[in-house]
Nanobody
Framework: QVQLVESGGGLVQAGDSLRLSCAASGRTSSVAMGWFRQAPGKEREFVAAISRSGGSTYYADSVKGRFTISRDNAERTMYLQMNSLKPEDTAVYYC???????????????????WGQGTQVTVSS
């Protein structure tokens, strides 16, 4: 069983940076992982994903060039470095893990099997 715990959210001003962490228990080093976010009244949307080894990364167009996803498999932790934050980045951010060690890197919500409880990121203008 995999458990995921996010941390690092908070209230910042536009242009600031934050780094989110996702601490995992269980065998997450052999599966792809990702970050999603959900703003009030909106669907949960894809933000970024990273392959098992960390060698491949994928980003939503809205965060490309500003956010960086990374992982430390030895520490069983995934990160999301968020720079140049905008008010439209305000959302609850969730980390997710796949359960298939032989698949690719999912980019859609339905393909992830494990989820954290979320951490709030609020960006003021």
């Amino acid at each position: 069983q995999v458990q995921l715990v996010e941390s690092g959210g908070g209230l910042v001003q536009a242009g600031d940076s934050l780094r989110l962490s996702c601490a995992a228990s269980g065998r997450t080093s052999s599966v792809a992982m990702g970050w999603f976010r959900q703003a009030p009244g909106k669907e949960r949307e894809f933000v970024a994903a990273i392959s098992r080894s960390g060698g491949s990364t994928y980003y939503a167009d809205s965060v490309k060039g500003r956010f960086t996803i990374s992982r430390d498999n030895a520490e069983r932790t995934m990160y999301l470095q968020m720079n140049s934050l905008k008010p439209e980045d305000t959302a609850v951010y969730y980390c997710a893990a796949d359960s298939n060690p032989f698949g690719g890197t999912p980019l859609v919500r339905i393909e992830y099997d494990y989820w954290g409880q979320g951490t709030q990121v609020t960006v003021s203008s």
